[in-house]
């Protein structure tokens, strides 16, 4: 189906959707309004009656059956004002006083009260109508009801479904209409979505999808979209980059791999000259595969998957390891390797994963502080952070560079002259984000400060 098509089956499902509820609220509250009418129109009715008969029963306690029948033909007077309705009968069924020609068929309920057929020959219309009324029995064989017609209470009634009627009307028209317009709203921000989402699709990974004044929830759904648009954008980048840089960068090791197998094969296998090009062969392949180790590395710490292999991490014996492992190399470069303050801090993590990131840092220091400098290492609790630190005093990083650098395969020397891949930080920066952390570049006066920050869980003691 056509995206135009299946737009406007879409706005006849919701508008009816819409209408079929509305509708069914309306005739709801309509039927209650009804009900709750005619009832109360009854029970003022009821209590007419019931008042009649109060003032009724004092004449009759007061003057006895005469004083009642005098009473009852005053009120039969006025019945056509007051619409009430009288009957006294003696014992025999004869009729003494009142407005009513006989007595009812109809039989009363146990507390005296009936409906029966009225007839109105003198109205207007004439017709049927009914009446409501309460009965008797009085000493002697008498019988007495009071009651009250109920044209009023029909009348009204026959106006009020007149009014809900036309109000049902009215309301389905307007229903219908806000469904049209509010299904032709909603799925136009929904159709924009879809139409955008085409695009990309397609190939155009620039469109996004449009934004409006109202800042609703289509709105913040638009503004997750676009966000995530733009990472997936930045990841594609990446991945470019990547690509391109590992083209760049293996190239030459690859090239001179293949250059020194050459030679070995030109040279005497018992000659030194073989030995040294199979060294080298061996030596540049070491370094293809640390590079191919290093974006490992980052890809599964980008990825996640190192987080079931966490556990208890002593951050002090950490530093204390690396620092062992480097103590040689700093010693015969002359190096003064400073270390502290230590502090005693444990948080949960991935440990081989921290000693790498650690590793990659002193490593950088090393490298570009160069024979007799200075490089300091910490581990301090900062509140609820753990801060690894390690300072040089080497060239450092111009501030505006340090956000670059922390991308793969980026180096501030054009030349790759220095040995390295260009890795080391992006691998300390995805394992910072793996630990809910982050990598922070600062001057150290002269030189540069890496620091790994790592949140520590409320209520993580500071001792082992």
Known sequence: MRPANLLRSSIFRLTLVYLVFFSLAAAVLAGAVFWITANVVSRQIDSTIDAEIRGLAEQFSQRGTPGLITAIQRRAVAAERTRGLYLVTD????????????????????????????????????????????????????????????????????????????SLLAILGISLLGGLLMSRVLLGRIEAINRTSREIMAGNLSRRVPLSRRDDEFDQLAGNLNAMLDQ?????????????????????????????????????????????????????????????????????????????????????????????????????????LAVGPLEDIRLTGDRDMLFQALVNLLDNAIKFSGKGGRIDIAARRRGQTAVLSVGDRGPGIPEDKREEVLKRFVRLERSRSTAGSGLGLSLVQAVARLHDGRLILSDHAPGLCAALELPLAQGTPPGR
């Open 91 to 166: 014992a025999a069924g004869r009729r003494l006083a009142g407005n009513l020609s006989r007595w009812p068929d109809e039989p009363a309920d146990e507390a005296g009260w009936l409906t029966f057929r009225l007839e109105f020959p003198e109205a207007e219309n004439g017709g049927v109508n009914f009446g409501r009324a309460r009965t008797f029995e009085l000493p002697g064989g008498f019988r007495l009801l009071v009651g009250h017609d109920v044209r009023e209470r029909d009348r009204v009634a026959g106006l009020i479904r007149e009014i809900l009627a036309w």
């Open 232 to 336: 997936i954008e930045r990841l594609l980048e990446g991945m470019r980059q990547v690509s391109d840089n590992i083209a760049h960068d293996l190239r030459s090791p690859l090239a001179r791999l293949r250059g020194g197998l050459e030679l070995a094969l030109m040279e005497d296998p018992k000659s030194e000259g073989y030995r040294d090009a199979i060294a080298k062969a061996i030596a540049e392949a070491d370094s293809i595969l640390k590079t191919f180790a290093a974006l490992l590395s980052i890809a599964q710490a980008e990825a996640g998957t190192p987080r079931e292999r966490f556990t208890g991490v002593d951050l002090k014996g950490l530093v204390e390891d690396v620092v062992e492992l480097y103590a040689p190399l700093t010693e015969d470069l002359g190096m003064d």
